[in-house]
Structure formats: structure tokens, C-alpha cells
């Protein structure tokens, strides 16, 4: 086979016969001509043209957007804001309905009307959700009220939420609707719908541990929880003079069947399996050995415990496929009814009890309206699982919780889906044979299978790895391993397990499938201890810079979202938090009471005060990439500390001094000795003796009003502060604390 020009090429030119012997010409294929702009934008406008059925997909982007433009504003906007921005909203969606000259100018309309609409929602919710909160620096009182649930425990111990009928002699007008309160080690746990009567320590929610670090008292804003106390004795009862409103006791008595429920999980399996099967059936997490905790989150499965859509989706899908075996195995109802549709009621139903009996947090009412919309677009004869059903879905969580735009659950749980409903999306169809030799067909079933397991972990890992790293500062080694080991063992015997023996155990016959859910949590856990003793089983990142992780989540959106080439583009922003360097760490953390302080030296941070505040200084400390020190001997090798204050020794990285008594004096001349030896001085008390005008001296004052900070050394000489309520701002959550000036 030769390779010339053709004759038609030559054809005229006098040159076909000329070269017709010829041994090679040069290729016929014309070389191709250099781009330009006029095809770059044919090309532009081709891949735009393919978004055609996919611009409703951005829909609830903007509304997420509007809602974040919120919530990071430092100044709270007045409440007229938000009614002119829903009639710009209403106007903007009238307008591109009716008198769009184009489609694209539709679009437009339609997306902008949406982002004010989120802006608009979110400012609604939290006029709607405003309640009293507990002022600073309170003296102990006595909580009289209701226990309205056992909360998850917290580092202190176990915890109750509960209603308060009276904190001392506070008004009813600045009583918390809700109060957190953390038991002494060993008490007894009431159960929900008792009164009881406490001695405690009610503070208002804790601001960020760290400057720039997630704002836990966002969240009890609006879960209503307006105080978190400290119980200073055990709690006893309490004969109330009034009764609880109507929806405080059906609330009370839900909960009191769901702990009863726990109970009898706890005491059917044990406490090694049965704390981990009533908190993945009730949510209730108070009888979870830490040491199982801990196995979870370093081997990766730490999502196991949340109630989320995991758990939703195991358990509907449970209900959906037996309700279908079911009708095709009893012909005489298949021939009469819709069997699938049939199916999706149950599975509504089984949703809806579910999120009952977990108590509805957060997480698992977002799981729940998104396996609702699915279930009713089978219904209304749609696709189920499709980019615009989880459009729909995130539509309706953020209308009802725009919150949740904030909140690592959120994030992680939309962003796995997106990213998994896209993957489906573009998975090969492979060609069905007609008639195989069943050996071969299940082998080719288990290939397949394998590699949709294996493709689905690691896209999930993929997608939620950015807000792991920027909100955990964690990354399991094993955790592609861990998963792909462990669901199938969730999803065809732990989960169905306990759906069963939950339904059954009212009427004493849970015992079995709770024994088979059993048999699968000991297997998960041995399969999480593992991995979490494996060399390198987690490795801490340090948080990048705040801006990368919307520009992440954003990426991330386009490349599931956008149809076309084109989608690659978003690859490099989803890469974002990865990418980025990482600013250099700070010198110095202080809490935001002053009672606890850590240093930075090399990579390690040497905490002060090993005993306190420590989930603060090891989430401080996992933010900057630092490994913490907690032992005292580390401490007394670089500075000089008695039980209240600690002065720099010969070892210390910053001579700094600190002090943490309130009430209790110091020795005498102690304060006069600290002020001398340190170009640091934190007094966790406002006393500032007039020795202590030369160096740098933070008190009680300054961390009443800027919350945590951490220090950087300047170059030349001088430290640069940044405070935690700079960053907050002054919002109805921040409990009234003006930022610094």
C-alpha cells in the first residue's frame, strides 16, 4: 500500500502522471489551520447549546450562594432587607417568565432571582428562629425543667437537652428556650419527660476555638439552643406547677420511646455492639465506647454513626425492594396493582418512620426530603435518581434550612451525590448478550460490580475530601479500603438488621435480626480497629485559606453539572483546598477565656494547660498542621508552672507568661514576676499591675470581647494579633459581643 497524493488533488496541475510511479508524496489529509477566534466561540456556543436541558440543575447553586452571601456578612442586615429582596426576587421571576425577549436572558433572570431568594430565606429563618440567650460570666444557678432528649456526648461527658422552666432568678423573657447541660462523670441519666431540678454553670454557647475555625454556636442558634451548662450536682426531681405546652410533650414522649428503644438495643447486644446499634437506629450516642469512636473516624467510617443518607438510603431502598418482591411473588395482587409505585409508598413510609425514630437531626432530615423527592418522582412516573431530582432536593433543604449551606453535613452529603448521580451518568451501558452460560454472567456481574464498588468509594473520597481536609484537617490512609470492606456488610445485614429488630422489638421478636445487626457491628468494628493500627492510618493537613473551599465546592459543581468538554474546566478550582499553600502557622493560640494557651515550636504545639480546653487546642493544632503536645512533662521541659500561672523557662519558644486564676490570688509577688520574665503576658483576670506596662498584656477584658486569638511574630519586632470575633462579626448568634476596634 503506497501513500501519495490523489489524483483528484493533482488533477490540472499536470502533476497525476508526473508522480504516478513515485515511491511516497505527501499526505492528501490538508493540515489543520490554526485556531482562531470565530471557531473558539462556535465552540463556546456548541458546548453552551448542550446545557439547553441543564440550566435548572443551577438553581439551587445561586439559592446556596445568596444563602452563604449571608452568612458571611460581619454586620447583621435589618429585617426590611430581606422583604425587598423577596419582591426583587417575585419581580425577576415574573419578568423571565413573561417578557424574556431570549432563553438565555430567561436563565439569567431565573438564576439572579434565586440567589436573592437565598439571601432573602436566610435572613427570614433567623428572624424566625431568634430566642433568648444566656448572658457571660453567669454565676451557678438552679435549672429547673424539662429533660427533653439525651444529647450526644460531649468531651466532658454525657449530656441532656433540656427545656427550662426556670434558671434562678432570670426573667422568663431572657430564659433559653433550650439548654445543653453536661453531667457530672457517673451520674445517672434521666430519660426524656422527666422534670428535674440541677445545680449548674449556664454560659452561652462557646464561640470558635480558633479564629476562622467552624462556629459551633451558629448551630445551637438555630437549634434553639440558647445556653450550654455545666451540671455541679446530680440532678434530682422535680414536681413542675405547670404543664408542658402540647408539642413539648409529644416531642418528650418520642424521644422517651426512642430511648426506651436504646435500652433495650443496649442490653440485647451489649455495650461493645448495642451503643453503636442504637445510635445508628435511635441516634442516641451515649453508650459508644470512645475507643470505637476513635477506630471510626481514623479508619474513615466515622459517618457510620451519623444518621444521614447513608442510613436513609439503606433503609429505604430495604423497604422499597422487599415491597416489590413482595407484589411480583403474590401474583394475583401484581396483576392489580402498580407494583413499583406500590413500593415507593412503602419506601416514603419507611423513610418518614425512620426519621421519627432518629430523632430528626439536621443530617437526617436533608437525607430524608432528598430519598422523599426520589420516591415521589417515582410516583409521578419520573427518573429517580437523576441530577435534577437531587436539584430538587437541595432546593427544598436549603427553603427550609439555609443554615445548612454552612454545615460540614450538608456539603460533604450533596457533594458525594452530585458527584455519584454524575458517575452514573456517565458509566458505559455495556452490550447485553442474549443467552450466556451462567458462570460467565456471574462472573461478569461480580467484575462489574467490583469496579462500580471501587469507582464509587474513591469518587465519593474524591468529592468529599475537599471539606474533610478544610473542616476535619483528617485523611484516612484506608479509607477507600475500609468502605469498600464494609458496605456491603451494612447494606445487606447491619442495616436491615436493625430496621427489623427496631420494628419487631415492640412485639418481642427483635431479637434475631438485632443479634445478625450484632454479629455485623462487631465485624465493622474489627474491620475499622484494623485500619486504624495500620502505619500512616490518618494523616493531619492543615486547613488552607477560607476562600478555597467554596472555589472547590464551585468546581466541584461544574464538572457534575456542566455537559460537554467543557466540564473539564472546573478540575483545577475543584482542586482548590489541595492546591493551595498553606499560610504560615501562628506563634500563639489563647482561648477565648484565656484558660488555656499552646505554642508553636517546629511542627508541635506545647500546650500550657494539658487538661483544659483540650478539644479546643487539638482542634486549633489540627488546623495549622501541628501535632499537640498534651503532657505535662512536655510543658515543664520549656517553662516553669505551678497549679495557677506558668513563667518561660530556658526551652520555651516564645517567652511568654500566663496566669488562669478568677477568684483565687496568687502568691504574692507572683504576678510582678510573670509580667517581668514574659514579652507575653495573658491574665485570665482583669488585675494588670503597673509593672506589666512594658510588654504585651492580654486580660480578661480582651478575650470577653475578641474571643480566641492567635498571635504572629512580626519581622520586625512586635506581634499581629487576629482576633476570633473579628471574623465572626456582630451577628445574633455571636451573643452581642462587639468585635475589637
Same mark, same amino acid.
Not at 452490550?431 to 456471574?442: H, Y
Not at 462579626?729 to 468585635?739: E, K, N, Q, Y
Given at each position: 500500500?503506497?501513500?501519495?497524493?490523489?489524483?483528484?488533488?493533482?488533477?490540472?496541475?499536470?502533476?497525476?502522471?508526473?508522480?504516478?510511479? !513515485?515511491?511516497?508524496?505527501?499526505?492528501?489529509?490538508?493540515?489543520? #489551520?490554526?485556531?482562531?477566534?470565530?471557531?473558539?466561540?462556535?465552540?463556546?456556543?456548541?458546548?453552551?447549546?448542550?446545557?439547553?436541558?441543564?440550566?435548572?440543575?443551577?438553581?439551587? @447553586?445561586?439559592?446556596?450562594?445568596?444563602?452563604?452571601?449571608?452568612? =458571611?456578612?460581619?454586620?447583621?442586615?435589618?429585617?426590611?432587607?430581606?422583604?425587598?429582596?423577596?419582591?426583587?426576587?417575585?419581580?425577576?421571576?415574573?419578568?423571565?417568565?413573561?417578557?424574556?425577549?431570549?432563553?438565555?436572558?430567561?436563565?439569567?433572570?431565573?438564576?439572579?432571582?434565586?440567589?436573592?431568594? =437565598?439571601?432573602?430565606?436566610?435572613?427570614?429563618?433567623?428572624?424566625?428562629?431568634?430566642?433568648?440567650?444566656?448572658?457571660?460570666?453567669?454565676?451557678?444557678?438552679?435549672?429547673?425543667?424539662? @429533660?427533653?432528649?439525651?444529647?450526644?456526648?460531649?468531651?466532658?461527658?454525657?449530656?441532656?437537652?433540656?427545656?427550662?422552666?426556670?434558671?434562678?432568678?432570670?426573667? !422568663?423573657?431572657?430564659?433559653?428556650?433550650?439548654?445543653?447541660?453536661?453531667?457530672?462523670?457517673?451520674?445517672?441519666?434521666?430519660?426524656?419527660?422527666?422534670?428535674?431540678?440541677?445545680?449548674?454553670?449556664?454560659?452561652?454557647?462557646?464561640?470558635?476555638?480558633?479564629?476562622?475555625?467552624?462556629?459551633?454556636?451558629?448551630?445551637?442558634?438555630?437549634?434553639?439552643?440558647?445556653?450550654?451548662?455545666?451540671?455541679?450536682?446530680?440532678?434530682?426531681?422535680?414536681?413542675?406547677?405547670?404543664?408542658?405546652?402540647?408539642?413539648?410533650?409529644?416531642?418528650?414522649?418520642?424521644?422517651?420511646?426512642?430511648? !426506651?428503644?436504646?435500652?433495650?438495643?443496649?442490653?440485647?447486644?451489649?455495650?461493645?455492639?448495642?451503643?453503636?446499634?442504637?445510635?445508628?437506629?435511635?441516634?442516641?450516642?451515649?453508650?459508644?465506647?470512645?475507643?470505637? $469512636?476513635?477506630?471510626?473516624?481514623?479508619?474513615?467510617?466515622?459517618?457510620?454513626?451519623?444518621?444521614?443518607?447513608?442510613?436513609?438510603?439503606?433503609?429505604?431502598?430495604?423497604?422499597?425492594?422487599?415491597?416489590?418482591?413482595?407484589?411480583?411473588?403474590?401474583?394475583?395482587?401484581?396483576?392489580?396493582?402498580?407494583?413499583?409505585?406500590? !413500593?415507593?409508598?412503602?419506601?416514603?413510609?419507611?423513610?418518614?418512620?425512620?426519621?421519627?425514630?432518629?430523632?430528626?437531626?439536621?443530617?437526617?432530615?436533608?437525607?430524608?426530603?432528598?430519598?422523599?423527592?426520589?420516591?415521589?418522582?417515582?410516583? %409521578?412516573?419520573?427518573?429517580?435518581? +437523576?441530577?435534577?431530582?437531587?436539584?430538587?432536593?437541595?432546593?427544598?433543604?436549603?427553603?427550609?434550612?439555609?443554615?445548612?449551606?454552612?454545615?460540614?453535613?450538608?456539603?460533604?452529603? /450533596?457533594?458525594?451525590?452530585?458527584?455519584?448521580?454524575?458517575?452514573?451518568?456517565?458509566?458505559?451501558?455495556?452490550?447485553?448478550?442474549?443467552?450466556?452460560?451462567?458462570?460467565?454472567?456471574?462472573?461478569?456481574?461480580?467484575?462489574?460490580?467490583?469496579?462500580?464498588?471501587?469507582? @464509587?468509594?474513591?469518587?465519593?473520597?474524591?468529592?468529599?475530601?475537599?471539606?474533610?481536609?478544610?473542616?476535619?484537617?483528617?485523611?484516612?490512609?484506608?479509607?477507600?479500603?475500609?468502605?469498600?470492606? @464494609?458496605?456491603?456488610?451494612?447494606? /445487606?445485614?447491619?442495616?436491615?438488621?436493625?430496621?427489623?429488630?427496631?420494628?419487631?422489638?415492640?412485639?418481642?421478636?427483635?431479637?434475631?435480626?438485632?443479634?445478625?445487626?450484632?454479629?455485623?457491628?462487631?465485624?465493622?468494628?474489627?474491620?475499622?480497629?484494623?485500619?486504624?493500627?495500620?502505619?500512616?492510618?490518618?494523616?493531619?493537613?492543615?486547613?488552607?485559606?477560607?476562600?478555597?473551599?467554596?472555589?472547590?465546592?464551585?468546581?466541584?459543581?461544574?464538572?457534575?453539572?456542566?455537559?460537554?468538554?467543557?466540564?473539564?474546566?472546573?478540575?483545577?478550582?475543584?482542586?482548590? $483546598?489541595?492546591?493551595?499553600?498553606?499560610?504560615?502557622?501562628?506563634?500563639?493560640?489563647?482561648?477565648?477565656?484565656?484558660?488555656?494557651?499552646?505554642?508553636?515550636?517546629?511542627?508541635?504545639?506545647?500546650?500550657?494547660?494539658?487538661?483544659?480546653?483540650?478539644? =479546643?487546642?487539638?482542634?486549633?493544632?489540627?488546623?495549622?498542621?501541628?501535632?499537640?503536645?498534651? +503532657?505535662?512533662?512536655?510543658?515543664?521541659?520549656?517553662?516553669?508552672?505551678?497549679?495557677? +500561672?506558668?513563667?518561660?523557662?530556658?526551652?520555651?519558644?516564645?517567652?511568654?507568661?500566663?496566669?488562669?486564676?478568677?477568684?483565687?490570688?496568687?502568691?504574692?509577688?507572683?504576678?510582678?514576676?510573670?509580667?517581668? #520574665?514574659?514579652?507575653? %503576658?495573658?491574665?485570665?483576670?482583669? /488585675?494588670?499591675?503597673?509593672?506589666?506596662?512594658?510588654?504585651?498584656?492580654?486580660?480578661?477584658?480582651?478575650?470577653?470581647?475578641?474571643?480566641?486569638?492567635?498571635?504572629?511574630?512580626?519581622?520586625?519586632?512586635?506581634?499581629?494579633?487576629?482576633?476570633?470575633?473579628?471574623?465572626?462579626?456582630?451577628?445574633?448568634?455571636?451573643?452581642?459581643?462587639?468585635?475589637?476596634?
Amino acid at each position: 500500500m503506497t501513500t501519495g497524493r490523489s489524483d483528484i488533488d493533482l488533477e490540472g496541475s499536470g502533476e497525476a502522471s508526473a508522480r504516478a510511479g !513515485a515511491w511516497a508524496g505527501a499526505l492528501s489529509t490538508p493540515a489543520s #489551520s490554526a485556531p482562531n477566534l470565530r471557531r473558539t466561540l462556535d465552540w463556546l456556543g456548541d458546548q453552551t447549546a448542550l446545557q439547553a436541558d441543564r440550566w435548572t440543575l443551577w438553581t439551587p @447553586v445561586a439559592l446556596g450562594l445568596g444563602s452563604a452571601v449571608y452568612f =458571611g456578612l460581619l454586620r447583621e442586615p435589618q429585617a426590611w432587607v430581606a422583604w425587598v429582596l423577596a419582591g426583587l426576587t417575585l419581580a425577576l421571576l415574573v419578568v423571565g417568565g413573561r417578557w424574556s425577549p431570549a432563553r438565555a436572558v430567561t436563565c439569567a433572570l431565573v438564576l439572579a432571582a434565586c440567589a436573592l431568594g =437565598g439571601f432573602s430565606v436566610a435572613k427570614l429563618r433567623t428572624e424566625s428562629v431568634k430566642a433568648p440567650v444566656a448572658p457571660a460570666g453567669a454565676k451557678p444557678q438552679r435549672l429547673e425543667g424539662w @429533660v427533653v432528649d439525651v444529647a450526644q456526648p460531649g468531651q466532658g461527658g454525657q449530656r441532656l437537652l433540656i427545656a427550662p422552666v426556670r434558671i434562678g432568678d432570670w426573667t !422568663a423573657e431572657a430564659t433559653p428556650i433550650r439548654v445543653r447541660v453536661t453531667l457530672r462523670p457517673g451520674t445517672p441519666l434521666p430519660g426524656p419527660g422527666e422534670a428535674v431540678s440541677l445545680f449548674a454553670l449556664v454560659n452561652p454557647p462557646p464561640p470558635p476555638a480558633s479564629p476562622g475555625a467552624y462556629d459551633f454556636a451558629r448551630d445551637a442558634f438555630f437549634e434553639s439552643v440558647g445556653g450550654v451548662g455545666l451540671a455541679l450536682a446530680e440532678p434530682r426531681p422535680w414536681t413542675p406547677q405547670v404543664s408542658a405546652p402540647w408539642r413539648l410533650r409529644l416531642t418528650m414522649r418520642v424521644n422517651a420511646v426512642r430511648w !426506651a428503644l436504646t435500652l433495650r438495643i443496649v442490653e440485647a447486644l451489649g455495650p461493645e455492639s448495642g451503643g453503636l446499634a442504637a445510635a445508628m437506629t435511635t441516634g442516641h450516642e451515649a453508650f459508644i465506647p470512645r475507643e470505637q $469512636v476513635d477506630d471510626l473516624r481514623a479508619s474513615g467510617l466515622a459517618h457510620i454513626i451519623s444518621i444521614s443518607g447513608l442510613h436513609m438510603a439503606i433503609v429505604g431502598g430495604f423497604a422499597f425492594g422487599a415491597a416489590r418482591l413482595g407484589v411480583a411473588a403474590w401474583p394475583w395482587l401484581a396483576l392489580r396493582v402498580p407494583g413499583k409505585k406500590l !413500593a415507593a409508598i412503602l419506601g416514603l413510609a419507611a423513610v418518614g418512620g425512620y426519621l421519627v425514630l432518629s430523632g430528626a437531626p439536621p443530617p437526617a432530615e436533608r437525607a430524608a426530603i432528598t430519598a422523599g423527592v426520589a420516591f415521589c418522582a417515582i410516583l %409521578v412516573d419520573r427518573q429517580a435518581i +437523576s441530577l435534577h431530582a437531587l436539584a430538587l432536593a437541595a432546593m427544598a433543604v436549603l427553603l427550609l434550612q439555609p443554615e445548612a449551606v454552612t454545615e460540614p453535613g450538608f456539603q460533604m452529603s /450533596f457533594a458525594a451525590t452530585a458527584a455519584l448521580v454524575a458517575l452514573a451518568e456517565a458509566w458505559p451501558r455495556p452490550v447485553r448478550e442474549i443467552d450466556v452460560p451462567w458462570p460467565i454472567r456471574l462472573a461478569q456481574a461480580a467484575v462489574t460490580w467490583t469496579l462500580a464498588s471501587i469507582a @464509587v468509594s474513591f469518587v465519593a473520597g474524591l468529592a468529599t475530601g475537599p471539606f474533610a481536609i478544610q473542616h476535619f484537617n483528617r485523611v484516612a490512609t484506608w479509607g477507600l479500603i475500609s468502605n469498600l470492606v @464494609v458496605a456491603p456488610i451494612s447494606s /445487606f445485614l447491619m442495616m436491615p438488621g436493625l430496621a427489623l429488630g427496631a420494628a419487631l422489638t415492640p412485639l418481642g421478636l427483635g431479637q434475631a435480626p438485632l443479634e445478625v445487626a450484632g454479629a455485623s457491628i462487631e465485624m465493622m468494628n474489627r474491620v475499622a480497629h484494623t485500619a486504624a493500627s495500620a502505619p500512616a492510618a490518618q494523616l493531619v493537613v492543615a486547613s488552607a485559606p477560607a476562600w478555597t473551599l467554596p472555589v472547590a465546592f464551585l468546581g466541584l459543581l461544574w464538572l457534575c453539572l456542566w455537559k460537554g468538554r467543557l466540564r473539564w474546566a472546573g478540575a483545577p478550582f475543584a482542586l482548590a $483546598v489541595l492546591l493551595t499553600p498553606r499560610p504560615a502557622a501562628p506563634d500563639i493560640w489563647v482561648a477565648h477565656d484565656g484558660a488555656a494557651v499552646a505554642l508553636r515550636q517546629g511542627r508541635e504545639a506545647v500546650l500550657l494547660r494539658p487538661d483544659v480546653k483540650l478539644f =479546643g487546642a487539638e482542634l486549633w493544632a489540627r488546623r495549622r498542621g501541628l501535632t499537640p503536645l498534651i +503532657s505535662e512533662a512536655a510543658r515543664d521541659a520549656r517553662f516553669q508552672c505551678d497549679a495557677w +500561672s506558668c513563667a518561660p523557662g530556658p526551652g520555651a519558644p516564645v517567652r511568654l507568661a500566663a496566669a488562669w486564676n478568677v477568684r483565687r490570688p496568687l502568691k504574692p509577688g507572683r504576678i510582678e514576676a510573670l509580667c517581668a #520574665s514574659g514579652e507575653v %503576658v495573658i491574665l485570665r483576670n482583669d /488585675f494588670r499591675p503597673e509593672a506589666c506596662a512594658g510588654p504585651l498584656v492580654l486580660t480578661g477584658h480582651d478575650f470577653a470581647r475578641g474571643g480566641s486569638v492567635e498571635l504572629y511574630r512580626r519581622a520586625g519586632g512586635g506581634w499581629r494579633m487576629v482576633w476570633a470575633q473579628d471574623l465572626r462579626g456582630r451577628r445574633p448568634w455571636t451573643w452581642g459581643v462587639d468585635p475589637r476596634p
